[in-house]
């Protein structure tokens, strides 16, 4: 059974910056591009960044380029994701996901996690 779980999420202050983690099991961890999306209250899930599985290729949505950094360690089955520079407009419930290639597009993703939220206060 494959499962993703995130952590690290929380009330923070505009300006500041967190850390979102997520492990995942029961998967070639190694051979799945993973992402993060994340999708706040009454809006479409919105991609934030995807990286490959080698880790040697990311891509950041436009809107968080040069505030979010994703990476990944493939011996611990986990990827990360560097927030800084927060505003009150990141705040959603952020989610990681699996998928046999990298993509924007939240239905090319096979797995998902629980989510979680990330609130940024003004």
């Known amino acids: 059974q494959v499962q993703l779980v995130e952590s690290g999420g929380g009330l923070v202050q505009a300006g500041g910056s967190l850390r979102l983690s997520c492990v995942a099991s029961g998967l070639p961890f190694s051979r799945y591009a993973m992402a993060w999306f994340r999708q706040a209250p009454g809006k479409e899930r919105e991609f934030v960044a995807h990286?490959?599985?080698?880790?040697?290729?990311?891509v950041v949505g436009d809107s968080m380029k040069g505030r979010f950094t994703i990476s990944r360690d493939n011996a611990q089955n986990m990827i990360n994701l560097q927030m800084s520079s927060l505003k009150p407009e990141d705040t959603a419930v952020y989610y990681c996901a699996a998928a046999p290639g990298s993509s924007r597009d939240p239905r090319d993703y096979f797995y998902w996690g629980q989510g979680t939220q990330v609130t940024v206060s003004s």
């Open positions: 990286i490959k599985w080698s880790g040697g290729n990311t």
